[in-house]
């Protein structure tokens, strides 16, 4: 992994003013268009210097505990000794756990107790030969949280182990032990797999339709009743974790990254940061009681104020067939979501459970980038390939690709929530309803491709809307509509009988494809000043084009775009490439967009004013 010697508060501040500037609104309108955004670039962590660590090495098979562990011909053997050893890990005497390649360790390892620093972590990693992980082969019951890898504190790095525990609810789960800030972890390079999940047909999950399968007989958790467990259980098992669920005071985190993990076969969700301690108007979950607008007044001992994560860096993980959600972010402040890959999300979707492939929830300035979700299944309910849920702000959303979401491409969600505000010595002030602080949000440079289900039109081909979403910036995005569902969706609006209205949306220069003429439309009553203009629409039908009222459309132009046989990998994205050369002269060009240099395909665009996702014909 790429070193950068950039401080996370750095990384911060110019994130932060990046996505300030993409936040600014200017002129009036057919002309309001937000600031554009150039690309940008996750921040990695740092390198340790490993001089002063006390390493030890461990062995399954040819270990004994009765071994000092400190060199590799003599290693100690069990779990419980890395655990001993683990604990007494501090500043001063920082310590280094070594497992063997290929060695196979039965049972559950707890991290905890242990005081390292940010200089010097407790570090967890494999050694030996070869390019076999060493395992870890966990288990559960029904009266424990049963992590394969639970983690107590912070400033922890794990690398290069497998994990895996078909009864065991948690792959790796980083769960604070009491309250207050927890910094620095780093879980990179591992395999989580069939953890919460217990397979026994012929072929591979990925094989093999959820239709084909007794899903209570796969993960035993779920219940079509939901009379064993709950929705938020659901929502908390995952195969890489983290979770600051301590009902006696706040816990966050901060700067975290879960880089280059491969996570497969998991009974819930694939990667989960989830933060129980974001609760205030506008945002509305979790243990906290929402004290004032200002946030220096934050109480965690009164358990008062809003405590989101910070800094969280979730890059280049490859997600298959997550029983729920593939990767989410809940309650963060500043992060990325950069070069994941999630197939075959909500594998295991029951009724009355939502899921996504890649999302977030109750963020903000958050960089969702070059990530791929392909093949997401309806289940229970939502089923799209992304999403920007509940109470999002300053969301960045470019360079994705969507593709075969049998949910749609895109989910754009939000929801009133309802509280009790306190005073500063505890006693209660009033009770305050509140619609989510959702606004500000960019989705541009996009390609999404054959997303939807042909027994409901309302998955739609691009985006769904559900409930009071505003100042919506959608430019520069291609979007290819399935070619066998008569009447789809391209952009449709929900919850009508629940009054919301989403207002202020703009919708420039995107491509709105069919290969064939179908009823393909905008149902967007839902939806007040909203402006499209200057979009380019084939085979859409006049019922559709009525409904964008795009005063600039585009229309009798195909883009002639040559599609992929196999659609994974952001490789693939090429193929998109439309060869009519209009198609890149004929965007429309607002303020800045000259900033917005490159397009999908990380080519420089120069100041070209284009349609859709890709900026210039391939080798021009």
Not at 229 to 236: A, I
Not at 309 to 335: F, M, Q, R, W
Request: charged share 20%; with cysteine; aromatic share 12%.
């Amino acid at each position: 992994m790429r070193k950068i010697s950039v401080s996370i508060k750095k990384i911060a501040v110019m994130l932060a003013s990046v996505i300030l500037s993409a936040a600014l609104m200017y002129g009036c309108g057919g002309d309001n268009a937000p600031e554009t955004v150039d690309a940008v670039i996750a921040p990695e962590y740092a390198a340790v210097d490993l001089n002063g660590y006390n390493t030890y090495y461990f062995h399954a098979e040819d270990g004994s505990d009765s071994n000092e562990g400190t060199a590799q011909n003599a290693p100690k053997k069990t779990l419980s000794a890395a655990a001993e050893l683990a604990a007494q890990a501090t500043e001063s005497r920082p310590i280094r756990l070594l497992f063997g390649r290929g060695s196979r360790f039965e049972g559950n390892l707890t991290l905890a107790g242990y005081a390292a620093s940010e200089a010097k972590p407790l570090i967890l990693d494999a050694y030996g030969e070869g390019e076999k992980y060493p395992v870890i082969a966990g288990w559960g019951s029904d009266t424990d949280i049963n992590a394969v890898i639970k983690v107590e504190g912070g400033n922890t790095r794990i690398y290069n182990l497998e994990i895996t525990g078909p009864t065991a609810y948690q792959g790796i789960y980083v769960q604070p032990s009491k309250p207050g800030v927890y910094k620095n972890i780093v879980i990179e390079g591992c395999y989580v797999h069939d953890v919460n999940f217990m397979w026994d047909h012929p072929s591979a999950p990925r094989d093999t339709h959820p239709s084909e399968i007794d899903l209570e007989q796969v993960c035993t958790q779920y219940r079509a009743d939901g009379s064993k467990f709950g929705r938020y259980v659901y929502r908390r098992y995952s195969a890489i974790g983290f979770n600051n669920d301590i009902i006696q005071g706040p816990a966050w985190f901060e700067d975290i990254w879960i880089v280059n993990n491969r996570v497969v076969n998991i009974g819930k969700i694939g990667i989960n940061v989830y933060n129980m301690w974001n609760n205030q108007p506008g945002f509305g979950y979790g243990y906290n009681k929402y004290l004032g607008d200002d946030l220096a007044l934050n109480n965690a001992e009164k358990k008062l104020g809003r405590f989101p994560h910070k800094n969280v860096t979730a890059y280049g993980n490859y997600i298959e067939c997550p029983g729920g959600d593939g990767l989410v972010l809940s309650g963060v402040e500043g992060g990325f979501i950069d070069g994941n890959v999630c197939y075959y999300a909500n594998y295991l979707g029951r009724p009355g459970y939502w899921n996504a492939g890649i999302w977030v929830f109750g963020s903000r300035d958050i960089v969702m980038q070059h990530n791929e979700a392909g093949y997401t299944y309806p289940g229970g309910g939502d089923g799209e390939g992304f999403d920007i849920d509940n109470s999002c702000v300053d969301i960045v959303f470019q360079y994705n690709y969507a593709h075969h979401n049998e949910g749609g491409g895109l989910l754009l969600c939000n929801k009133t929530t309802t509280l009790t505000k306190y005073n500063a010595d505890g006693t209660v002030d009033k009770t305050l309803t509140e619609p989510g602080k959702w606004e500000n949000n960019i989705i541009r440079n996009n390609i999404f491709a054959y997303n939807g289900n042909d027994l409901r039109s309302t998955r739609s081909a691009f985006i769904t809307i559900a409930r009071q979403v505003n100042h919506v910036y959608a430019y520069n995005n291609t979007v290819i509509l399935r070619d066998d569902i008569w009447a789809q969706s391209i952009i449709e609006t929900e919850d009508k009988s629940a009054g919301a209205a989403c207002h202020s949306h703009y919708y420039y220069n995107n491509i709105f494809y069919s290969a064939q003429p179908l009823d393909a439309r905008f149902t967007i009553t839902m939806m007040y000043d909203y402006i499209f203009s200057n979009n380019l629409y084939y085979n859409v039908s006049e019922e559709g084009l009525n409904a964008a009222a795009d005063a600039q459309a585009i229309t009798g132009i195909n883009p002639l775009f040559t599609l992929p046989e196999d659609f994974r990998g952001l490789d693939k994205l090429a193929e998109f490439a439309p060869e009519d050369s209009r198609i890149f002269t004929l965007g429309k060009y607002f303020k800045n967009m000259d900033k917005l240099r490159y397009d999908i395909l990380g080519s420089e665009a120069g100041d070209a004013a284009y349609l859709g996702a890709i900026g210039k014909a391939i080798g021009g």
